[in-house]
T-cell receptor
Framework: EAGVAQSPRYKIIEKRQSVAFWCNPI?????LYWYQQILGQGPKLLIQ????????DSQLPKDRFSAERLKGVDSTLKIQPAKLEDSAVYLC????????????FGPGTRLTVL | SQQGEEDPQALSIQEGENATMNCSYK?????LQWYRQNSGRGLVHLIL?????REKHSGRLRVTLDTSKKSSSLLITASRAADTASYFC??????????FGKGTKLTVNP
């Protein structure tokens, strides 16, 4: 079974630029999550989708971050404009709707904002 | 905000020794999960323990949960160099949201 795919793996941008991350969850997983992991900390949930609807975006900085999950499969997370404090690893995870609480994580995208 | 707090922040042991990591949390939970993160394999789910369970085993892993003290421990027995990683506890309450702690960085020296 293929895992959660993310791209790009690394991205370096200047502050005030825009950036987008892509995630392809495990086939059949209805729930998709985006996390931000700052160096030395645990992942922090940014947004949760169930199919193509948003379940929880309470910790998403909506003035600069946006995310969508068209057709309930792939998802993109965008930052516009980026700030220095957005430097982090952005993790995508997915979970099957029924039958388990385990989340499966992708390899992440390491963002550096200069 | 982060719910779980792992202790210690860093742990260094020799191969073959046991490693114990602790996690404390603040609010009531439905379950508590432990994840491992290393550069090679990313963040991987290890074990889940439900709020009505006190102990669970999986291979060389043993997890305990004390809901009265709002704490959990992860024991890795007979550690190997490949166990070198950061270990995170994550709590799940009434919503599906997982809240992670800051992690314990484990180094197993050959």
């Amino acid at each position: 079974e293929a895992g959660v795919a993310q791209s790009p793996r690394y991205k370096i941008i200047e502050k005030r630029q825009s950036v987008a991350f892509w995630c392809n969850p495990i086939s059949g997983h209805a729930t998709l999550y985006w996390y931000q992991q700052i160096l030395g900390q645990g992942p922090k949930l940014l947004i949760q989708f169930q199919n193509n609807g948003v379940v929880d975006d309470s910790q998403l900085p909506k003035d600069r971050f946006s995310a969508e999950r068209l057709k309930g499969v792939d998802s993109t997370l965008k930052i516009q404009p980026a700030k220095l404090e957005d430097s982090a690893v952005y993790l995508c995870a997915s979970r099957i709707l029924q039958g388990g609480s385990e989340q499966f994580f992708g390899p992440g995208t390491r963002l550096t904002v200069l | 905000s982060q719910q779980g707090e792992e202790d210690p922040q860093a742990l260094s042991i020799q191969e073959g020794e046991n490693a114990t990591m602790n996690c404390s949390y603040k609010t009531s939970i439905n379950n508590l999960q432990w994840y491992r993160q290393n550069s090679g394999r990313g963040l991987v789910h290890l074990i889940l323990i439900r709020s009505n369970e006190r102990e669970k085993h999986s291979g060389r892993l043993r997890v305990t949960l004390d809901t009265s003290k709002k704490s959990s421990s992860l024991l890795i027995t007979a550690s190997r160099a490949a166990d070198t990683a950061s270990y995170f506890c994550a709590t799940q309450g009434g919503s599906e949201k997982l809240v992670f702690g800051k992690g314990t960085k484990l180094t197993v020296n050959p």
